[in-house]
């Protein structure tokens, strides 16, 4: 390039060069590293390389635009517009040529490695760089007199249009290849798949000419109650649909050591689980697709994030090694495997699946997907990550060290073992606030913005109904029920008599809260017995005796901040988890939820390959505490009985149970403690 | 090491070196990398690492051996020789230590990389270098405090006992390895698994402690007509059984491009091929390890070698382009695959499949396996190799340039398309005499080493009786019929007038002559027919032409050798090849057989990983030559039709039917040509 050459100077990245008159804009772009994507490799079919030209004075770059900077608008640009339409302003970066100096914006969804917006306010965003992409190749044909297969000549072109070597092509993929070759006149698409840590790559599918009907992958986490999927575009990274259901597995056992005790009696019993969950993903799959309105063959990668025991079973390896000291995963690496090994049969035959690394034999993938969406290991300040499930992941730790362990809390906070309890779906009862004075109840249900006292409620909620309590309900329902003076410390539901409202009814030997009674509409009457008071107990001090032996080996009594994460992380009040002493205490600005974190770290290693390797590479750093054959967890559990509150109602039945030695607020002080609740409150 | 220090001296290989009292003879071999086999380890099991020790006065070495250079014959080795048996004179090389200098044979068959008896005379020896192998290896027990997987401690311990790095399991493997490594108290036998051009190994099976009952391979030499395997030994390379079915596809078509046919004419008709010769593949599988009294869950590898239309067919590609100018292979790669992609259901489930790779178009995997048996590259003079089967694959070349064609001869040479015709087996005739003087045949049929007019041979022939004739004996009665005056030189069977012979019976219009007549014992009568004249006629036209074609584009008129191979091609008397003008002229002391080459080039590629690399080259630099489309190919074969002969018999018929200019002796001259064939049939 010489220096007479038109210069060319690419925003927002400001690289910039001159290039002799006539270079197409994605050459230019090529050249200088420009992040300019391009599917068809400048064929003008794929339009992934519309920029943005600019025309003017820019004294900040030291040019002025003229508007014949560009070459005119070529009849390819003219018939991409007519067929497809061409934002104003836009050109086709292979098209456009440059005629003089010129300033050229790619707008970010040309970039190839475009960000994905985040949601969650803690979750990291996701640099778009699939591990499964589409590339348009342009094949020689055949010559009898220079033999060469046409896969071999699939692989030169490749190399020379794409700079990419080591293809294979599995048997389904051969059999399809000379007819799309030849249909496509020589010009096929391809799904290109490379795992982490290799540098070949398979090619999954191929279609005559230009394939314009997408790539997708499913994120899955897979968890002992719920099985939880979003659909990603694997080009635009933009979540297309998401879904979920109950584990079908819950018929062999509601947690996690009933399921490995159903496997060590029942001869056969690990292979009757495997295939039930496998059904349940095909399912799922197939579901997700037509939500999104796809054919469910276009989905190539699905990527996993589960417990061990789910992880064992998933991968159809008897889970027994894990229901028993030491805890040995027959592999904690990641794997990358055929899709079609855990027959995944309502997606492309061809698709891949990875899983994430497990922790250790009690802390899995899904804790590895919730450490790479959090990052504790980049943290300044001490972070405790609570992954709330049947079984809560536990993280601990900040850029000097990470430890983690896993609590059995149970189905509880999903609102399993719960009288009224379900899934979290439409008609469930999410929210609950209880007036301390009258005692009386208003609630909120899923797919609804109403409280039950807000004009319009009935109507509203006239096609769900309400039909029970899911594990975010029940979390404030027990936490307001203490606050409003209707439960003691113990977690003991008082009387109608002792707590002034005929609400409280009597049950068996002891007494229920009524929140809501439908029978007059043929719905449920919806209480809070005495058993899911006990359920919640039991569960949220399991999550706080994991997180307190955590801070026992870091040796600290309190952390910087808090990520609440789960499948319903998004939805717990951090208030009320702290009212009813779920996690330690901490300022409760310094609460955040992740939201679905184990998903969210899913979505990255499904639409980002570079943070596959990434993970391995932390989980080798994380430290793991075993709670199961630690003394110190059983007595945090005993001690985390208790539900604290600074003002207690019910003074008198105190001194029966005494306040726990460790609790929420015991340490912070109660009036401190009652006084941030009170904020948060108004 | 100390200059004091004992010194070691191994033979064969006179690698020497002084090592501490107390080293055992394994680790010595291993410092000076001396070829000594362990599977084990060095943990006293598998008995490989057997060696030899010599004592005495050795002036060449400049060493004397007293009895005591030895530790004494210890526990382990008791042990071994009481269970097993151990030779006299040898000791366990892992746990005899070095007591003072010494000198160690290494037999033969403790050699890691021990060459494999050749059996046809032209063909390479076999190093035992496969891709797939057996190690033990010790694991370290799980610790719920350093949590890992198992499989990351198996892998821990390849790389700190085997050196061997980047090793991955399979879904199937890992749901076995919990168990074995339990059952084997931390012992496992792996199959270790390395395609050829890659770094990674995987685990194909596992098994508790020592693995005895080793791992096998399959050599499939995969005809249009016929289907040969050799089961192989991958530990000793030694073939535990051979076996061989027809091809059940011969019912869609005799001949290649019937079946391509069949593929394009009815839809699904490729599948249904494919499905055949996976079938067929599967029965012989189960035969052939059934033979040898073997599990067949023991084969691990297949290995197969076949022209591209069976190539494609046996992947599930369809065929249709090979029928087709410009004949476009789907791959023409090396391929490696799982067997199960294949549908092999009878071997083990994680089986591999090596495809050798194709050269062109019509010219397959066999001609490769030829070419790396053979080795035609590496040769000094010009050598002309003939692979007879459904298709002839010519290879002619030296270490300047190798040509490559294949020719569509037919499956007359294998005993198609032949009135008395049959596959080789036992019954059928395979050797033909016929006496000039007398014009009365004599044969010996497979099965029995006695001429049919030796006494005892009906007594011999008892069981098997007198079948038919297989492709070698048709072309020996062919040639003897044209020797004994029986045939004019176009071919024509005279009447018995002009044969004085009572064996030439008419037949429609035409004459017969009668080789057998086993009608009274109930058996078949035995003609060669005036049909079974043309049908060699077509065949020995079109191998001729092909090598012709080869020798114009090299520019010469005759070679200095000639190999005869192919599945028969180890029976094919090469005096009655030329006598029929198969094969172009050459010193009689200059035609050999290299028996079945493509299935020796098969077993070369099982059993020997770096010549899989081997033959993805010398591939790459093979010259194809299209016989299809090349106009001299069909004037070769309309001049190559007539049977030539030095003394003609019927010089009266001659006249009429003229000399064809390109045949055998036309060109080295008739009285020459006559001594040699005189000379080698005393």
């Known amino acids: 390039m010489a220096d007479t050459d038109p210069l060319i100077i690419f925003t927002p990245s400001g690289k910039r060069g001159r290039f002799p008159v006539g270079t197409p804009v994605l050459t230019a772009a090529r050249q200088l590293g420009v992040d300019l994507d391009s599917v068809c490799g400048g064929r003008g079919i794929c339009s992934k390389c519309q920029v943005a030209p600019a025309f003017g004075d820019f004294p900040k770059h030291g040019v002025t635009v003229a508007d014949t900077a560009l070459s005119e608008w070529n009849e390819v640009e003219a018939r991409y517009d007519r067929v497809r339409g061409l934002k104003s302003g836009r050109r086709l ?28 306010a803690s979750a990291r965003p996701i640099t778009m760089d699939p591990a499964t992409r589409l590339v348009l190749v342009e094949v020689d044909e055949p010559d009898m007199h220079e033999p060469s297969g046409d896969l071999e000549r699939v692989q030169a072109a490749l190399k020379a249009q794409w700079e990419i070597e080591g293809v294979h092509a599995s048997l389904p993929v051969l059999a399809k290849l000379q007819p799309a070759l030849r249909k496509g006149e020589w010009k096929v698409s391809l799904a290109l798949h490379r795992p982490a840590n290799s540098e070949e790559f398979e090619i999954l599918d191929i279609w005559p000419g230009f394939h314009e ?14 099985i939880a999927a979003h659909l990603c575009d694997l080009v635009t990274g933009e979540v297309r649909a998401s879904s979920g259901l109950m584990n079908p597995q819950i018929r062999f056992g509601e947690d996690l050591m009933s399921r490995v005790s159903y496997a060590m009696m029942n001869p056969g019993g690990d292979a009757e689980m495997t295939a039930a969950v496998r059904e349940a993903i095909n399912t799922l799959a197939q579901e997700i697709a037509d939500e999104a309105e796809i054919n469910p063959s276009l989905i190539f990668e ?43 049969t309502a997606i492309n035959g061809q698709a891949q699946t990875y899983l994430l690394p497990c922790i250790a034999g009690h802390v899995g993938a899904d804790a590895a997907a919730v450490a790479l969406s959090e990052r504790p290991d980049q943290s300044e300040d001490l972070v405790l990550i609570v992954d709330v499930g049947t079984n809560a992941e536990i993280l601990l730790g900040n850029k000097e060290k990470v430890l983690a362990c896993s609590s059995p809390t149970g189905p509880a906070f999903e609102g399993a073992q719960i009288s009224a309890g379900q899934r979290a779906a439409p008609g469930a009862i999410e929210r609950v606030e209880i007036n301390p004075e009258t005692k009386e109840p ?112 870091l040796e600290v009594d309190q952390v910087d901040r808090v990520v609440l994460a789960g499948a319903f992380g998004a939805h717990i009040s951090p208030k009320h988890a702290m009212v009813l002493g779920m996690i330690p205490d901490a300022p409760l600005d310094k609460v955040t939820s992740a939201g679905n974190a184990a998903g969210h770290g899913a979505r990255i290693a499904l639409c980002n390959r570079a943070a596959r390797q990434e993970i391995e590479e932390i989980v080798g750093h994380i430290h793991k505490v075993e709670t199961a054959v630690e003394p110190r967890f059983q007595e945090h559990f005993v001690n985390a009985n208790a539900i604290p509150h600074a003002t207690d109602p019910f003074p008198e039945l105190a001194k029966a149970a005494p306040l726990p030695k460790v609790s929420f607020g015991a340490s912070g002080g109660g009036e401190a403690g009652g006084r941030r609740r009170r904020r948060a409150r108004g």
């Open 93 to 120: 970066g292979c098209q456009a040529t440059i005629q003089g100096d010129v300033v050229i914006d790619v707008p970010p969804e040309s970039q190839v490695h475009r960000q994905v917006v985040r949601k969650a």
């Open 213 to 226: 009907d997408g790539l997708f992958g499913l994120a899955i986490d897979l968890g002992s109650t719920t």
């Open 302 to 344: 699905t990527v996993f994030v589960c417990n061990p025991v789910m992880h064992h079973l998933l991968l159809g390896i008897d889970p027994v090694e894990l229901g028993q000291a030491p805890f040995a995963l027959a592999t904690s690496g990641a794997l990358t495997l055929p899709a079609s090994g855990l027959d995944l």
């Open 442 to 553: 208003r609630f909120r249900v899923i797919g609804s913005e109403l409280w039950s006292d807000d004009p319009g409620f009935a109507e509203a909620t006239a096609v769900t109904g309400v039909t029970g309590i899911c594990g975010s309900g029940i979390i404030e329902a027990v936490a307001e029920m203490r606050m409003a003076g209707l439960l003691d410390p113990s977690g003991l539901i008082g009387s109608a008599a002792q707590t002034s409202t005929a609400r409280s009814e009597p049950e068996g030997r002891t007494h229920a809260y009524l929140i809501h009674d439908g029978t007059a509409d043929g719905g449920p009457r919806i209480t809070v017995t005495q058993g899911d008071i006990r359920a919640i107990q039991l569960a949220k001090s399991a999550l706080y005796a994991g997180a307190r032996l955590l801070m026992d080996q």
